[in-house]
């Protein structure tokens, strides 16, 4: 054994010399790579090293050295190819170098004491994405990932081919100092300040990879933290290590009682049983020699039948105690101990390949080779004697796959197309694109307000020069126009706070495959700008606007045994001004419109300055005796004197006043006043123009006016409800309901009546029949469920709002954020959306295609139905059923955790969850099932375009997550019309609906074109082309039908 500590291998300083942090040997044994804390990174000659005692040995001694960070280097590491070299500091970037093969320059070393450069280490790359120090680097084996650490206590894992960030993991509840790789490639362990160690799986990603596909990768196999749970944190790093045959992890500033050891981690049990113990201060580091050994020195013609139990490891470790110990698995002692190696703590041990040379590097600023002559540690065994110990792991076995058949390979052709095309298609948005195709035919966004940009001489264009356009312009705009166009983009000049004017930076994706990213989930509470625009669904919002009647807070709701005040919003005294007037519940900070998040002010302001347009309320209304034995008790509005609310083009607006409403000519204005005295009739009456249509009487106080094109409808005091025509006769009885009036709503032919002891009556003026039979609200506003306390009953959420969709079901919002369907073929109430999705779910409010315009999404529009759809009437007609409801109720559900303030600590809650044992999967799963729940509310609701949208966002997820049950499911469903024979007996007792149905087609979609769309997206993902490939058979996408299969990929880009 030969001790060689060089005097000129150190980082030297004017002064002294600085500390090294890290030390690591390249791939091919040749260059030792040191980190130190002048921020250099240093290459040096290994051989130059070993010959240090040579005095005619003249070649260089180092090659190379970067000074590329702003801090001290923490940690420098060779990838297993030799191809890269990483380097992490304490000012929170990642370089990645690589060696270029023209000759040095000179200039780096001029006026220094550095010797001249032998090789060229350019800057490949910078990461940044930590936000405090970076403490460890390791590179897997294959060289697919790069993983760091670091003191935020963040673990991020980047491509090892393109260097973008694919997962950021939080497990670690401090700072995390220490990262080692299985070298079977299935698993990686960190090592952090929280006293554990966290073992991850994953699957090498292949180069394309991005974030959305890492989703169910590197996932928490398992927590270790016995051996740890009183070690110090006085330890510098936490360096850790695998053994070559994949079978142990050693792990330092273990502590066995009182003594400091190093933890020796079985695999797959994960327990640690044995102990390294000796040093007598903690452990920094410990590290395998990178080959196994022999104890006994192998004959040449036996060496390949030699059994596997005569072959050791050896781990070297060291640490503050300035001792380097030198171990095997053969033995309870260690085989070497060399102490006072260094002046101070041992930060970094490094072997050479060859398993017979090891480098310390300490923070005295010394590097120490130890090298060992044949047989002091060992024989070493060949390679394959590594390569055979780690296939009973799945060592030689990609975790990516291999493509079934030429028709795997053809199909994953099809998918990656379709992704190009739709990177390229979110460029092309980016850079402002100019795409006249999709403008004639451009849908209103739900959830903004259509503004008219043009006017009516755009639209009137001839229909030829539209045609046309599409096929000309795009290759004009591209060929001319683009370099002008990102010119002008580059040249964009901003003023900064200070005055300084610089050039605004261009957004430009990091590479040519780039996906969209993982979905944030965030909280959005603004008022829709063009980013938010684009996160709903390009079609009218299928739903009423109930604004009438609602006070501020909802509709208050008691259970049984409250006392109901007779005024829910409002104070008891009439004559008060309604400016002093205490608003019941919280001030919303937003209000939830038909046409999006709106800020409060803008929606209400008006009726802050001059005088109040709001009704004058002349007495609260009768309380009906049925309430007092009633489960439900909801507020019942005022009588007010005047009520006015204008049918604008067939649809009814909220109340205002009558200049407001005489504003638009073609208005029609209903009006009901109520006498101040009870016992006088009241008078309801439409006007046009200022002249009167129709007029009636009744003979109780008006309560609520509602209306469309085809009806108008007033409910009384008394609870009964009178219809009218649009000419003013008659159209039915007086519906006598059994109490007071809440909310009365139209839409089209419908009705929707709720009543204050919360039942729901919806009528079809029509057909002049009911829905379904009167449903309560009783189980939506928890009355069931929620308990009596021992100090008394729990009020129950209030209702906020109420709708009817075109095809008259009910959609009901509540004050904590849940949202309702009332199935009628169910007969039960479906809770569309609730604050839980908000808190677990990544698609909540994300900026992935979640609730994105079809014309720009990567899964494109249909053109069939939305040409079809653009030839009918102008009208409810044109309105898809159900659109924009579940965005609205999502919508909706945000609003109300931030008027209530619980969103962050809630989130907090949910963050802290995540990083306990058995709840690594939460975040993952609960997503999942949001998209579930999505797809199930559009088929329930029959919202076309946002179960196609929601069911290609659901077959991407299962894909990245590798949920093969849950794929081979959801193809057999979406297969169910298509193979079925044609008058075929069904032996289950008759046909199904929804998924289950014979049908050709699904939510009005064909099948076949469902199922298309699916097999794309899930073509990529090597590990189901087992399954893909056979309904790709089906659908002609395979090499048999190339030409069929392109056809498709260009009406339907897969993102």
Known sequence: MYILKPSWLRHSGEQKDFE???????????????????????????????????????????????????????????????????????????????????PPSLAATFGTNEPPPVENWKTHKRLVGHDSDVQDLAWSYDNSILVSVGLDSKVVVWSGHTFEKLKTISAHQSHVKGITFDPANKFFATAGDDRHIKIFRFTPPPPNATQHDMVNNFVLETTISAPFKSSPLTTYFRRCSWSPDGNHIAAANAVNGPVSSVAIIERTRWDSEINLIGHEAPTEVCMFSPRLFHTQKPSGNASGDRS?????????????????????????????????????????????????????????????????????????ATSEENDKALQKFGGSRKGMGIPEDVDGLHLEDHSKAGELRGAESRMGALMGDFQPADKSETPITNGSKSTPKEGGAHDSAGPQASKEAPKTAPAEESAEKTAARIAELKSRVQVTKDGKKRVAPLLVSSSATGLLSLPQ????????????????????????????????????????????????????????????????????????????????????????????PTPEYLRPAITNPALLCSQVRLAVPKVRSHILRPLERGVLQGESSLEDASKVPENIILEARN???????????????????????????????????????????????????????????????????????????????????????????????????????????????????????????????AHLNSVGAIIVTLSNGDGYYYSSTMYAWQRLSESWWALGSQYWNSNDSSISALSSTAVGPVAGPSKKGSDKASGEDEVSVSAGIIPFLERHTTTEFLLKGRAYTLQRLIKTLLSKDGYEGLESTVSVAHLENRIAGALALGAKEEFRLYLFMYAKRIGAEGLRGKVEELLNSLTGGVLQEKGGDAKDGGDGRGWFSKEETLCGWDRRELLKGVVLILGKFRDLQRLTVQYARILGLTANDEDGGERETEGMDVE
């Not at 590329?68 to 030799?82: A, C, D, M």
């Not at 700008?529 to 909802?554: M, V, W």
């Not at 439409?686 to 009806?711: E, H």
Request: hydrophobic share 35%; charged share 15%.
């Open 20 to 102: 090294v942090y890290s030390c690591h040997i390249s791939p091919d044994g040749s260059r030792l790579a040191t980190a130190g804390g002048d921020g250099h990174v240093r290459i040096w000659s290994t051989e130059a090293i070993l010959n240090a005692t040579d005095p005619a040995y003249d070649k260089p001694r180092q090659l190379c050295h970067m000074s590329h960070h702003l801090g001290t280097i923490h940690s420098v590491r060779f990838s297993p190819n030799g191809r890269y070299l990483a380097s992490g500091a304490d000012d929170r970037v990642i370089c990645i170098y690589q060696l270029d093969s023209n």
């Open 521 to 612: 989930s965030q909280l959005v509470g603004a008022k829709s700008t063009k980013s938010t625009q684009n996160e709903t669904p390009q079609t009218t919002l299928d739903l009423s606007k109930p604004f009438h009647g609602l006070p501020k807070g909802g509709i208050v709701s008691m259970l049984l045994g409250n006392k109901r005040k007779p005024v829910a919003t409002e104070g008891e005294d009439e004559e008060a001004p309604a400016a002093k007037r205490p608003s019941a519940g919280p001030i919303p900070v937003v209000v939830d419109t038909v046409d999006g998040l709106e800020p409060a002010s803008s929606v209400q302001g008006a009726s802050a300055q001059g005088p109040a």
């Open 308 to 380: 596997s139990s005569s072959l050791v490891t050896v781990i070297a470790s060291a640490g503050q105690d300035k001792t380097l110990s030198i171990w095997n698995t053969n033995s309870s002692r260690p085989v070497v101990i060399l102490q006072d190696v260094a002046s101070k703590s041992i930060s970094d041990l490094a072997w050479t390949p060859d398993g017979q040379t090891l480098f310390t590097s300490s923070l005295d600023g010394s590097i120490v080779a130890v090298r060992f002559e044949e047989g002091e540690l060992g024989w070493v």
């Open 675 to 801: 006498p101040v005295r009870p016992r006088e009739p009241s008078r309801i009456a439409a006007t046009k123009r200022g002249a009167l249509l129709w007029q009636d009487f009744l003979p109780r106080a008006i309560l609520l006016v509602t209306g469309s094109k085809y009806f108008w409808a007033a409910a009384c005091e008394d609870g009964s409800v009178h219809t009218w025509t649009p000419a003013g006769r008659r159209l039915l009885n007086g519906i006598i309901l059994d109490s007071q009036p809440v909310v009365l709503e139209s839409r089209g032919h419908w009705l929707l009546c709720i009543s204050s002891v919360g039942l729901c009556h919806v009528f079809n003026m029509k057909t002049m029949s009911a829905a379904h039979p009167p449903v309560s609200l009783a189980p939506i506003l928890d009355i069931a469920i929620t308990p009596l306390s021992l100090e008394g009953p729990t009020p129950g959420p209030g209702i906020t709002s």
